[in-house]
């Protein structure tokens, strides 16, 4: 079965970039989203196909995916952005999460 | 406002039956693709069910090992999962969400409800 594969955690210092990665074999093939979820609440989509944002979400961040690794790119990291954030595809009939990346703004 | 209610979690013993639902608003439900994706505390999210919006398509993670069946009501805007013969690792969040693409399959999902919780526990 197709894999996500995330870093545990990131830490970032306020107003600096955030880069956290999902790696999956010839994930570029397929399109890529990102989930944040914040403790005790439900995921919130930021970005789907890539790279598009859903309105409402800031401009901050943005998305890339090509060869095995799609990054999810927080510019100017604020403090309300401290969470987990969830990589997703979907392979073979099947919707698959990355295992989440913790991000702490310190 | 588009919105998702999951209910019916609860403690059962192993072996046991559970029955959740979920209550759609806000949206055509006739058009999209709903899930069901879980989450054990602490961990990741992990993708359990998809039914089509027109039902003609079903798809399960290979670990439901044909124990859960998804269905969903088009009079009462509601999806189910009823869930048999249940194991101590089925216990999580069991969250409803809908798929992103009008009349899609699978690509993003962009609605999450609050989760409801089931223990699967002697």
């Known amino acids: 079965s197709y894999e996500l594969t995330q870093p545990p955690s990131v830490s970032v210092s306020p107003g600096q970039t955030a880069n956290i990665t999902c790696s999956g074999d010839?994930?570029?093939?397929?399109?890529a989203s990102w989930y944040q979820q914040r403790p005790g609440q439900s995921p919130v989509l930021v970005i789907y196909?890539?790279?598009t944002r859903p309105s409402g979400i800031p401009e901050r961040f943005s998305g890339s995916n090509s060869g095995n690794t799609a990054t999810l790119t927080i510019s100017g990291t604020q403090a309300i952005d401290e969470a987990d954030y969830h990589c997703q595809a979907w392979d073979s009939s099947t919707v698959v999460f990355g295992g989440g990346t913790s991000l702490t703004v310190l | 406002e588009v919105q998702l209610v999951a209910s019916g979690g609860g403690v059962v013993q192993p072996g046991g039956s559970l029955r959740l639902s979920c209550a759609a608003s806000?949206?055509?439900?006739?058009?999209?693709?709903l899930h069901w994706v879980r989450q054990v505390p602490g961990k990741g999210l992990e993708w359990v069910a998809l039914?089509?919006?027109?039902?003609?398509?079903?798809y399960y993670a290979d670990f439901v090992e044909g124990r859960f069946i998804i269905s969903r009501d088009y009079r009462g805007n509601s999806l189910y999962l009823q869930m048999n013969s249940l194991r101590r690792e089925d216990t999580a969040l069991y969250f409803c969400a809908r798929d992103g693409r009008l009349r899609g399959i699978g690509d993003y999902i962009d609605v999450w409800g609050k989760g409801t919780p089931v223990t699967v526990s002697s």
């Open positions: 039914m089509s919006w027109d039902t003609d398509t079903t």
């Open positions: 196909q890539d790279n």
């Open positions: 010839n994930l570029g093939d397929k399109y």
């Open positions: 806000g949206f055509t439900f006739n058009d999209y693709t």
